[in-house]
């Protein structure tokens, strides 16, 4: 296993249009996050699934946002009409049991231009 | 809502000496964890360090140890021997115990290593 893998590593997108993100967690867990993080601050957390269920999605920054597990393995983050202000580092993390630790993947780089 | 506040935004430590990251955060709830991240230039975060609020021993993972004050609120992460490697971005997080929030995390703290 070689960890959280997301895709793509980077993305340049015009505003107005829709974006969508990868994550593929370590196949052992079944938690996984999503996080945004803007330079110079901590991540904020977005949503969590356990399996394929949403159990918290009212972080999600705004309807435009939504996730999806549909198979409880992998994960995908839309973003629809994107903006500038959503440029950003969108993080995945799994983990599979709570408080044990989360390990995150390397991210994908939003640029909204 | 939980909040974790980092109070030095960069430290400097010369190379092989000791250096203590500053992180306090504010909860009501008792069943807990803490974290420490690093964060290297590559960006991807990688788990230093944990601790269970109900446990009063101080964590340790060879050069990196915590200083946990639950009264205080206080979660604070000794390096020792500090070597080049060490440098990069650090993150106190704090996550509930139970529920389905994910990691609340500070602003870190950028630490420079001098050789």
């Known amino acids: 296993d070689t960890g959280v893998s997301q895709d793509p590593r980077h993305k340049i997108t015009k505003r107005g249009q829709n974006v969508t993100f990868r994550c593929d967690p370590i196949s052992e867990h079944n938690r996984l996050y999503w996080y945004r993080q803007t330079l110079g601050q901590g991540p904020e957390f977005l949503t969590y699934f356990q399996n394929e269920a949403q159990l918290e999605k009212s972080r999600l920054l705004s309807d435009r946002f939504s996730a999806e597990r549909p198979k409880g393995s992998f994960s995908t983050l839309e973003i629809q009409r994107t903006e500038q202000g959503d440029s950003a580092m969108y993080l995945c993390?799994?983990?599979?049991?709570?408080?044990?630790?989360?390990?995150f993947g390397s991210g994908t780089r939003l640029t909204v231009v | 809502a939980q909040t974790v506040t980092q109070s030095q935004p960069e430290m400097s430590v010369q190379e092989a000496e000791t250096v203590t990251l500053s992180c306090t955060y504010d909860t009501s709830e008792s069943d807990y964890y803490l974290f420490w991240y690093k964060q290297p230039p590559s960006r991807q975060m990688i788990l230093v360090i944990r601790?269970?609020?109900?446990?009063?021993q101080n964590a340790t993972e060879n050069r990196f140890s915590v200083n946990f004050q639950k009264a205080a609120k206080s979660f604070s992460l000794k390096i020792s021997d500090s070597q080049l490697g060490d440098a990069a971005m650090y993150f106190c997080a704090y996550k509930s115990g139970g529920g389905a929030d994910g990691l609340t995390f500070g602003k870190g703290t950028h630490l420079i290593i001098q050789p």
């Open positions: 993390a799994s983990s599979f049991s709570e408080g044990f630790g989360y390990t």
């Open positions: 601790q269970e609020a109900y446990k009063q």
